[in-house]
């Protein structure tokens, strides 16, 4: 089993009124690991020493999300939080066409260069639009083939593009280059509003999606999702929400008991 973290940009709205307070409840709840997506006032120093204290992990960060202008910057905050897995991700029109696809690998595979140098493994987050089609082809299957290097946090909601795609099948498709999973539920239709996560908080986009549900309440299989993973490769699986339809809270607490009830994840509790 995988050790279990959450991705903060679920608990957002929370953090925005008491990140240490946050924090403290998802280390009861018994995580193992958080994913930042924002510091919420506190310097990257601070949040890894109040999350080591609470005997938690760093597993990999969304802040500050990677481009080819704050390389540097990402190099140190990764130093300062102790870790060597960051993020990248795109918007819609990243992925329109081939010239963009092309032009979007390029420019990925140069951060991955400067990245790789410094000790720092690149992954990517996806959504549902990087599994639509070109000429007949799932636009991830073109891109993974342009930037071979770069690993892949792959979304396993966002992959499933609906019902369009498996899930599980696209985790092994892609499992030699999955470090890390993320790892949510929900009915799997397009439906409602909710914003874009932190990968295309800039591009202020919208996902038409309804809203998400506690990990193993919705339609995602997520024991064949985990059981397509290399465990050779994989070294988390991250719980997110985007957009919950009930308390969120409420929603992270049941994920996480329901992965570790069912050996899909261990915690420390």
């Known amino acids: 089993m995988k050790p279990i973290s959450v991705q903060l940009y679920s608990l957002r709205a929370e ?97 991955q260069e400067k990245l790789a140098a410094a000790g720092i493994t690149l992954f990517q987050h996806n959504h549902y639009w990087e599994f639509d089609k070109i000429d007949g082809r799932i636009i991830y299957d073109i891109y993974a083939e342009l930037c071979p290097k770069v690993k892949f946090e792959l979304d396993t909601y966002w992959a499933a593009n609906f019902g369009q795609e498996n899930a599980a099948e696209q985790v092994k498709k892609f499992k030699d280059r999955c470090v890390l999973l993320h790892i949510k539920d929900g009915a799997l239709i397009k439906g409602g509003t909710q914003a874009a996560s932190e990968s295309c908080k800039d591009s202020i986009l919208e996902i038409k999606a309804a809203a998400m549900v506690a990990v193993g309440s919705g339609s995602n299989n997520i024991k064949e999702i985990i059981a397509a993973a290399d465990e050779k490769v994989t070294r988390w699986m991250i719980v997110e929400l985007d957009r919950c339809a009930t308390d969120m809270f409420g929603a992270i607490e049941q994920s996480y008991k329901y992965l570790t009830s069912k050996g899909l994840a261990s915690g420390n509790k």
């Open 15 to 111: 953090a925005e009124k008491d990140f240490v307070g946050v924090l403290k409840r998802l280390a009861k709840i018994g995580y193992k690991g958080v994913e930042p997506a924002g510091f919420w006032n506190l310097t990257p120093k601070e949040l890894k020493k109040i999350v080591t204290d609470l005997g938690m992990k760093i597993s990999s960060t969304h802040s500050p999300w990677a481009n080819p202008q704050n390389l540097n910057q990402v190099i140190e905050v990764a130093g300062e939080l102790d870790i060597d897995l960051v993020a990248c991700g795109y918007g819609p029109a990243e992925f329109k066409d081939m010239n963009a696809i092309k032009a979007t690998a390029d420019m990925v595979n140069g951060m």
